[in-house]
């Protein structure tokens, strides 16, 4: 889609021409809106499984050992079969009920199971992002943080805002009218947009991991029930 294409909108706006920040985005995306969103706007099964599957940040390789048959499937390339041996290892399911859950230390695991062959460089047995969550309770109220950590050389953020190539007549309208006065009697202008990085120095807290999102009470994607196994 251009940007030309989202002016015509009953909300008109301007795409920010970047990765996802949030998964509540791919409600504003023309097509995406279409599959992912039933008829009063609120995200459908589509929706749900897609969110459960994919992440909002950039690392190299998935963790083989949470991952969802579907991220089997489309990176992997495995087969039913091959997901059905993987997901019953994991899940101490099948032939693998007596031993319990398991998990793959190593990409040599996993040959182990599914054969050399089959093995895929895409997916790896990292840990490259943790999610962590306390709840505290106190009587019938509680209080619910959720962090992600990445460990060094683990996953990061998306990439920050990028320009569009092309300026559409909606934010040359914007930018003309968006000069003015603030509640605080201030002056205001459109053309002071970027943001100048503070030169004070911040004592260094040597904390090993990089924190990468930080939500108080609020929904958390991804407590989706685990994958069944797959048919044979």
Known sequence: MRATDYERAALPHDPPARSLHSFAELASIQFARDLLYDDQGRPNDLWRRFADSVSLYDFTQPNLNGARDTTLAALGGY??????????????????????????HTSQDV?????????????????????????????????????????????????ADAPT???SSSTTTTNQNASGTNASGSTTSATTSTS?????????????????????????????????PASA
Do not use: W
Not at 142 to 149: E, G, H, I, M
Not at 208 to 216: A, G, H, K, N, S
């Open 111 to 159: 040959a182990g199971l599914v054969g050399q062959a089959a093995m895929s460089p895409r997916l790896g047995t990292q840990v490259r992002c943790l999610r962590i969550t306390v709840t505290v309770h106190e009587g019938p109220t509680s209080f619910r943080l959720s962090a992600v950590v990445a460990p060094p050389g683990g996953a990061s953020l998306p990439p």
């Open 79 to 104: 087969d039913a079969t091959s997901i059905k041996m993987i997901t019953d290892y994991l899940g101490g399911l099948g032939s693998y009920a007596r031993q319990g859950p398991a998990y793959f």
């Open 196 to 228: 100048t990085t503070s030169t004070s120095t911040q004592p260094s807290l040597n904390y090993p991991f990089t924190l990468l999102e930080i939500r108080e009470n609020d929904e958390i994607v991804g407590t989706a029930p685990p994958s069944q």
């Open 165 to 167: 190539a092309t300026t």
